[in-house]
């Protein structure tokens, strides 16, 4: 069985889908079998990452929530389609498919308004675990606990919580780790990201963070300017490998990946 | 100058010692080197000859001040105190300069104390004594402002530099510091040297506020990471007291157990 991998912050902001793409993607290039689902249905971001838009997106998982089709089919093969860009290029031929939310405000207000059966979103999740073949199944999730934030806690083999250095981070990532315990999740994995460079004690911070959660801190990744820059056009890691925070993000991909 | 404030043990020598030698050391001060012998000689019957041994006071800040001493041989330091009563180097006097001239002027006691260097040789020249010099020739008196007039050029120069760099400082910009060169500063030959140590010091300063920002930069932070525990429990309790928690947890638990069996 392959693993599910939950990507979540306390607060919104901390680049959970840069980073949950740009793991995915690092992945994959190892030639394991990956699918990424994007669960904050409020406000889905990380298609674009994966370099789909309104017009080439097909079904989403509002879709399949909603009972118009399968799981299967709102499958997006990134591998296949996404050879325009200098990073995404390199990913032609991996095994990595993307789940895409419905970026359409229709759509988007209908959840919100008639909610939906989380336990209809973890068959799916289940499903495509098994028809895929999946070896890691990366979900994107919405800032907070909500419903479907907790089920996606739930049901994760991993769970990798990004937090920023800073108090209000500190403290709902508390709450967090908490839940993931009280949830059973058997992996948790922390990942500092945003952080000013030069401006902390990197040995400290990592001391202090792991003491504090009692889990491994597996990276802390630099504020990056340069990824609200370009990024949001391509997998910064891809497009620039020598980059500080590629070099962090390789090393949270190792973590994942060293996981039996 | 009363001699009750003169610290010991001070040497005196002979007025009428060789009035040659005096004139010829009149000429190498600032203030007299401009005078001809006639009204040199004029001065010989007042002026004083005195040493100093190093470490040793010459007169302190507050003092009563009836007379101006010019430099032989030697430096002394120009000394004040600070609010905390430690010893701040105003200025250093070597061969040729004028001590004390201020209080000659206006009557005021000692604006600052002064301390030998080295072994040092002074002249002395009474208040009356110069009084009546200036009275008799006009000319000298224009000497003498001229030399006063030099003086405050040479301070308002640096002052007009000590305001751009604080300006700049203000700014956080040191450039100038680059810029200007310390020796830029010690080879122009019109300023005092008193204008050059006030410049040499101040651009110091700047130098080391520079070091001392870019140092804080550099300073990592210590972050303390700090956890309201009694909220930390209150939102854990909040979020697992539903039905929809107790159920999840329930769900999860039978999830792993499936998946760990497929293992």
Redesign the interface.
């Known amino acids: 069985?392959g693993k599910i991998v939950s990507i979540h912050s306390f607060r919104g902001g901390t680049g959970k889908s840069n980073t949950t793409a740009n793991l995915a993607a690092q992945v994959a290039l190892r030639d394991k079998r990956v699918g990424v689902v994007d669960t904050d249905i409020q406000s889905p971001g990380i298609h674009v990452l994966f370099g789909l838009d309104e017009k080439k997106m097909g079904r989403t998982i509002n879709d399949y929530l909603h009972g118009k089709c399968s799981i299967g089919e709102v499958a997006f093969s990134v591998g296949e389609f996404a050879a325009d860009s200098d990073g995404r290029s390199q990913l032609a031929g991996k095994k990595l498919w993307l789940f895409p939310s419905s970026i359409k405000g229709r759509d988007i207000s209908q959840i919100l308004r008639e909610g939906y059966d989380v336990?209809k979103l973890?068959e799916g999740l289940?499903t495509l675990m098994k028809e895929l073949n999946l070896d890691y199944l990366f979900i994107d999730t919405h800032p907070g606990?909500n419903?479907e934030t907790?089920?996606s806690i739930?049901?994760s083999d991993i769970l990798l919580l990004i937090l920023r250095?800073d108090?209000q981070d500190?403290?709902g990532t508390?709450?967090t780790v908490?839940?993931a315990r009280?949830?059973?999740v058997?992996n948790l994995l922390l990942l500092v990201n945003k952080a000013v460079p030069?401006?902390?004690?990197y040995d400290?911070?990592k001391a202090?963070?792991e003491k504090?959660y009692g889990a491994p801190l597996t990276s802390i990744l630099p504020l990056n300017f340069e990824i609200a820059d370009n990024a949001s056009k391509d997998l910064f890691s891809l497009r620039f490998p020598d980059h500080e925070w590629s070099k962090g993000l390789r090393q949270v991909a190792e973590a994942v990946l060293s996981i039996p | 100058m009363n001699l009750a404030n003169r610290a010991n043990p001070m040497m005196w020598i002979p007025n009428n010692m060789a009035d040659e030698t005096t004139i010829q050391q009149l000429k190498k001060t600032f203030l007299f080197n401009g005078l001809p012998d006639d009204v040199l000689v004029t001065l010989l019957d007042s002026i004083v000859h005195c040493r100093l041994s190093k470490d040793e006071i010459l007169f302190r800040k507050g003092d009563a001040g009836d007379s101006l001493f010019m430099i032989g041989e030697g430096w002394v330091k120009i000394v004040t105190e600070d609010a905390l009563g430690s010893q701040l180097t105003l200025n250093q006097c070597g061969p040729g300069e004028a001590i004390g001239e201020m209080s000659l002027f206006d009557q005021a006691p000692r604006s600052a104390g002064v301390v030998a260097l080295s072994d040092v040789t002074l002249l002395e020249l009474k208040r009356d004594a110069l009084l009546q010099l200036l009275d008799q020739r006009p000319d000298v008196a224009l000497l003498v402002i001229r030399g006063i007039s030099s003086r405050l050029r040479g301070s308002t120069t640096y002052i007009e530099k000590a305001i751009e760099w604080s300006k700049k400082i203000a700014e956080g910009d040191f450039s100038f510091t680059e810029q200007t060169q310390s020796r830029d500063l010690l080879s122009d030959a019109t300023q005092e040297d008193r204008a050059k140590q006030f410049l040499s010091e101040f651009f110091k300063m700047a130098r080391n506020v520079r070091a001392r920002e870019e140092k804080l930069k550099?300073q990592?932070?210590?972050?303390?990471?700090?956890?309201?525990e009694a909220?930390?429990k209150q939102?854990?309790e909040e979020?697992?007291s539903s039905d929809?928690?107790a159920n999840?947890?329930e769900?999860?638990?039978k999830?792993?157990e499936q998946?760990s069996d497929?293992?």
């Open positions: 069985m336990n973890n289940q606990l419903e907790l089920l739930a049901i250095p108090n500190f403290q508390a709450v908490d839940i009280s949830l059973d058997p030069g401006k902390y004690d400290d911070l202090q963070v504090l | 550099q990592v932070e210590k972050l303390t990471l700090q956890i309201d909220r930390r939102e854990f979020l697992t929809f928690y999840l947890k769900q999860a638990k999830l792993r998946r497929k293992k």
